[in-house]
């Protein structure tokens, strides 16, 4: 980690839509005074800075560079939105074999450099690159951060918000397993202002039904913007600013993440969305949210999902 006093320092690595999103997030937030952008897009990545540093004035005084793997040896905290992206029609699960052989790359160059920090992994499929980031790295797993069900999480603070007429921040919910097609929203554990949601939706007329398609809506929200516009982006890259800031000012937030499993849920050996306390130190606690038995079989298959392809993807890189 940085050495340098108060000096904190963040190392993007990959500058695509996400990468550049979450930079500009960061260029809005009063906490890492260096954050250095690595790409094999050079001149992107030198643009990128130059046009990055123009919005301190307005903001907060802040380093932007370009810069290589060897920037990470004093870093704080990696950031890894590099890989292949998403297309349309695709699920982020057929993504697994093109990105775990990029992350093996960049994972054994971050090591050499001698990087001792904490890892923050955004690309799809998040919950498995994940897992191997900690595989690959040799990382204590409190130290590898997926941004999980965080982005999920949100959309469905945000339908929510939309559904009942509150401000979605008001939301104490999560969307819980794997950051795809088998995740699930834990709606019997939702509260708001202390008031269970069921509650508040059947003082409003709100079916089971329409909570059930407000689920398949988040689950699917991807797949639209996808469709629609080719990538997602800002929510992504504002839930990295948040985990960041969470980590770099030592909060002990409880946020959703991919963290992992060591007996929570009844399951072990993985990495899955679930809330957490995140600081200084990385992953302080994870949480189990207690969940009906409906909602714990849809977690046992969730994991069963991801481990499998998890098993395949690494026994495909072997090979």
């Not at 992107?44 to 040896?73: M, N, R, S, W």
């Not at 960049?106 to 919950?127: K, M, Q, T, Y």
Request: glycine letters at 10%; aromatic letters at 8%; charged letters at 25%.
């Amino acid at each position: 980690m940085s050495n340098l006093g108060n000096h904190q320092k963040v190392v993007l690595v990959g500058d695509g839509s996400v990468g550049s999103s979450y930079a500009f997030a960061m260029a809005h937030q009063g906490i890492a005074e260096e954050f250095v952008i690595v790409d094999i897009l050079e001149d992107h990545i030198v643009g990128d800075a130059l046009d990055l540093e123009d919005a301190q004035a307005y903001t907060t005084p802040k380093f932007f560079h370009a810069g290589t793997y060897a920037d990470t040896k004093d870093a704080d905290l990696v950031v890894i939105t590099a890989g292949a992206r998403q297309k349309p029609g695709e699920t982020r699960l057929e993504l697994v074999n093109k990105n775990l052989r990029i992350f093996k790359g960049i994972i054994s160059e971050i090591v050499a450099a001698g990087f001792d920090g904490i890892f923050l992994i955004a690309s799809n499929p998040v919950d498995i690159l994940t897992y191997a980031v900690w595989k690959f790295s040799g990382f204590p797993s409190e130290r590898v951060i997926g941004t999980g069900t965080s982005l999920d999480t949100s959309r469905y603070m945000v339908a929510l918000g939309k559904l009942l007429g509150i401000d979605p921040r008001s939301v104490n919910g999560y969307i819980l397993g794997e950051h795809g097609d088998s995740e699930f929203a834990a709606f019997d554990e939702t509260t708001i202002g202390g008031v269970p949601l069921k509650t508040l939706t059947k003082e409003k007329g709100v079916t089971d039904e329409d909570l059930a398609k407000l689920e398949d809506d988040v689950r699917n929200k991807a797949y639209e913007i996808i469709n629609r516009k080719g990538a997602t982006f800002y929510g992504i890259g504002t839930c990295l600013m948040r985990l960041s800031k969470a980590i770099l000012r030592n909060e002990k937030s409880v946020l959703p993440i991919a963290a992992y499993l060591d007996g929570e849920y009844g399951l072990k050996d993985i990495f899955i969305g679930t809330p957490a306390v995140i600081g200084n130190k990385g992953v302080e606690r994870v949480f189990e949210v207690p969940l009906t038995n409906g909602e714990a079989k849809a977690m046992q298959q969730s994991a069963a999902t991801l481990k499998q392809t998890t098993q395949n993807g690494l026994a495909e890189l072997e090979k």
